[in-house]
């Protein structure tokens, strides 16, 4: 990709981050973190999983002997985090108002410092049309899509993906509102099964060879996980409530195509500007050629969860990844 076209700001804010956590590459210590907020719950669709992240975020706070408290945004108002003194916050949150720039902005006007992307990364991660185009810009390898709507032609959308193909909402995640379409006839249904969730639907040509993940963590890109969804895809059930979707670290590619994503992840999060730690998802070609999918600005991170489980396979332990993420929040 150009080199041109990265923020020419992420330098600087490399170096300004790096002099905020010090020598030390783990972060702060337990008692520099000071008084911390876990945000977590929120009114999204994805409270469920947040509720266990931040059960998760919190106790390990906690086990590392942090001055950590449970927030829940959904019952409390943010007002309460400069009136009780926190000092920063963990955003443990998924979906619309937590992960969208909605609490960032919040956080960035009470000046409180806190992790992961700020409030234009957060908000374009969230919407599936617009990263898109910013990696289009930046020369990334993305699947063919479409935006397409009520009055679409089906044999047309037909003709330039294929089949089998993708519908799905613009700003949904956990898989809501997605289709795999087989059949030209199947496609109206598909396009009003999304639009129930979003007024923008995107259709996407089928990438068949394999799905893979690569979290992020300052900056860098952990070992590339492989996700092998026992049923038809990648689908809700598989994410939440089935126990037999595989999970592969080491991923079993090679070393060059393990590095090729690696770069591929970092490209992707810097372009859409985001920070502190996220995750990139990847489709793999039956040739061999990844496709960045989608980004992720604020994972899951249950000790079972993706990210906590790259940092694993890099020697580093849920406990020490929680400590280094809150080491890194930030205000602007
Ligand atoms: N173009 C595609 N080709 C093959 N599988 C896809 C494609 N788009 C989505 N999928 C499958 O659907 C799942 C969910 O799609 P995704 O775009 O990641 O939405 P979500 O934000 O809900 O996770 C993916 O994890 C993958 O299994
Ligand atoms: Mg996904």
């Not at 973190?33 to 009114?43: E, T």
């Not at 919040?106 to 910013?134: C, N, Q």
């Amino acid at each position: 990709m150009n080199k041109q076209i990265l923020d020419p700001r992420s330098k600087q804010r490399a170096q300004s981050a790096t002099m905020f956590l010090g020598e030390d590459p783990r972060g702060l210590t337990p008692s520099q973190l000071g008084k911390v907020a876990v945000l977590f719950g929120g009114r999204s669709a994805e409270r469920e999983v947040s509720l266990k992240s931040g059960a998760a975020v919190l106790a390990a706070l906690q086990r590392s002997g942090v001055d950590a408290h449970a927030f829940d945004p959904a019952t409390r108002n943010l007002q309460a985090l400069v009136d009780e003194g926190f000092e920063r916050a963990f955003i443990a949150l998924h979906g619309r108002f937590g992960e969208d720039g909605t609490v960032q902005g919040a956080l960035e006007l009470l000046g409180i410092p806190y992790t992961g992307s700020g409030v234009m990364a957060s908000a374009l991660g969230m919407d599936k049309w617009r990263s898109k185009l910013v990696w289009q810009a930046g020369g990334l390898p993305i699947p063919d899509f479409l935006i397409i709507d009520e009055g679409s032609d089906s044999a047309e959308v037909v003709r330039k993906l294929g089949l089998p193909l993708f519908v799905k909402p613009a700003n949904e995640g956990s898989s809501v509102g997605i289709s795999k379409v087989k059949s030209e006839g199947e496609l109206h249904k598909a396009y009003q099964d999304a639009a129930r969730h979003d007024t923008l639907v995107i259709a996407e040509s089928f990438i068949g060879g394999g799905e893979y993940t690569v979290a992020i963590l300052g900056e860098q890109a952990l070992p590339v996980i492989k996700i092998e969804p026992a049923n038809e895809f990648y689908d809700y059930d598989a994410k939440y409530l089935r126990d037999d979707t595989r999970y592969l670290c080491p991923s079993g590619l090679n070393a060059g195509q393990e590095a090729e994503m690696q770069r591929l992840a970092k490209q992707a999060f810097a372009l859409i500007g985001g920070q502190g730690w996220g995750r990139v998802d990847f489709l793999m070609s039956e040739s061999g050629k990844p496709y960045v999918l989608e980004a992720n600005t604020s994972p899951g991170m249950t000790d079972h969860s993706l990210v906590p489980m790259a940092a694993r396979q890099a020697g580093i332990s849920f406990d020490e990844l929680v400590l280094r993420v809150s080491g890194s929040a930030h205000v602007g």
